[in-house]
């Protein structure tokens, strides 16, 4: 069973507000960065990296956090000394295991800053202690110790760092960036893993360079992105699964390629129809809908409430007329609405006002357009059946169609209401028996002008 998810910022942004330290340290030591410097000899030394790496093993175990900075910094004033310390130095840190977090806050708090100085040499020693951070979270990223990777990005953010900016050498920033994503993902923390895939720019096309192949970005990509979605929709977290989503879909103009994405359609756009309460924000499904359907040219299979709560929400937001026809097309196909039939039309009691008002319009042009003379020829009957409302589904759907009234009588004022906001003016109406309504040929022919009108 999957643990309770956690939320966190993105990698690039400040987030150590957020981060509880007390979980890293008993007592915390902000270091003189100044001051620390003042105390150093001015005069070289010469160093055996052997018993230099021996000295900051030492001080590292024994919590010595200012005693490894002043070694380090003396290693600067040797030729290539400094480069020697720094490459073994992954190996060290590697080995603290627990006191890994501990260590890397206590270091960057001591290491000063490139803002202090006007030299740039204190500076580096700062700039390539974070890359070997860096490179020891994607070693554990590589052993699949995802929580380990993860608590050091926590601590590089904790002290303010960017771990964006400190990439090792080798490994492509797309790279980086999807190990990030990853390592949340699997540590449960879901929409943080969305957010960095998005704030990396991962979804974009871009050309990687070195061994790092386009090929292997999208498959890397595409097991991130549905692993994800799989889990958002576990989950029932619309918000996020809504956003990935969205993003994927747009990039790639297609539900299917690179990233068959498709399966997750449904998902998001129904949570979006009701508004969800999870979504921080409303969402407008119509416009989604609209979005997917003129990116993506081949159908969709949704379920008959998912149809009926979209057609609602397109009339209401006065989609396009030729989203409206489409829409209705699906509809009629997947026989959520019956198929036109010359001389008469059959309503279920259940439908709503926006349904049978797009449904009529519809039914009334097509049949005029296919045969105008056979349309006026005799009454047009219309058959309202009572139908039950929905129960509930596997996904949400608005909540107007569990709550319409499905007597006839209802229906019929639904019907009335639906012809007055379809021609304007009340079209005169015979009512043969419960539920049976027929309109005159006088009327067809109001009814045929004011289509042709439009």
Do not use: W
């Amino acid at each position: 069973e999957y643990e309770a998810e956690e939320v966190d910022s993105p990698i690039g942004l400040s987030s150590a507000t957020n981060f509880k330290m007390e979980e890293l340290l008993d007592d915390v030591i902000v270091g003189d960065n100044c001051k620390l410097l003042n105390s150093l000899p001015d005069n070289g030394f010469t160093v055996d990296t052997s018993k230099v790496m021996s000295r900051i093993r030492r001080a590292l175990r024994c919590r010595k956090y200012k005693r490894f900075c002043r070694i380090i910094f003396k290693s600067m004033k040797v030729k290539n000394s400094l480069e020697s310390v720094m490459s073994e130095l992954q190996d060290i840190l590697l080995d603290l295991g627990k006191k890994l977090p501990r260590t890397i806050y206590e270091c960057l708090n001591l290491m000063p800053k490139p803002d202090f100085f006007d030299s740039s040499s204190y500076p580096s020693i700062r700039y390539k202690f974070i890359v070997s951070i860096n490179a020891v979270m994607l070693t554990y990223f590589k052993g699949r110790d995802y929580k380990s990777a993860l608590k050091v990005l926590k601590t590089m953010r904790a002290c303010r760092v960017n771990p964006l900016g400190f990439i090792p050498e080798g490994v492509s920033p797309e790279a980086y960036v999807l190990a990030c994503s990853e390592i949340h993902l699997e540590c449960l923390s879901l929409t943080e893993a969305v957010n960095i895939l998005l704030f990396g720019d991962c979804l974009k096309s871009t050309t990687n360079n070195g061994e790092y192949s386009a090929r292997d970005h999208y498959s890397a990509l595409e097991r991130i992105v549905l692993k994800l979605m799989k889990l958002l929709k576990k989950k029932r977290l619309p918000g996020p699964a809504m956003t990935l989503f969205r993003a994927v879909v747009i990039e790639q103009e297609s539900l299917f390629f690179p990233i068959q994405i498709h399966d997750y359609f449904e998902f998001v756009l129904s949570y979006s129809l009701v508004k969800h309460k999870a979504l921080k924000a409303p969402t407008d499904a119509a416009h989604m809908y609209v979005l997917i359907e003129a990116l993506c040219a081949r159908g969709f299979k949704l379920r008959p409430t998912t149809l009926r709560s979209l057609v609602v929400e397109l009339v209401r937001s006065k989609a396009p007329d030729d989203s409206l026809r489409r829409i209705l097309f699906l509809c009629i196909k997947s026989k959520v609405y019956p198929t036109y039939t010359p001389g008469s039309i059959t309503l279920g009691s259940n439908l709503l006002l926006e349904e049978m008002c797009l449904y009529l319009r519809h039914c009334f042009q097509f049949l005029i357009a296919q045969d105008r003379a056979a349309f006026l020829q005799r009454p047009f009957g219309v058959y309202l059946v009572e139908s039950s409302t929905p129960v509930k589904k596997k996904y949400p759907f608005l909540k107007e169609m569990t709550t319409v009234s499905t007597d006839i009588l209802s229906a019929t004022k639904r019907f009335e209401e639906a012809m007055t906001l379809i021609f304007g003016s009340n079209i005169p109406l015979i009512y043969l028996s419960r539920g049976e309504i027929f309109i005159n040929t006088e009327e067809l022919e109001a009814i045929a002008d004011a289509l042709v009108e439009e």
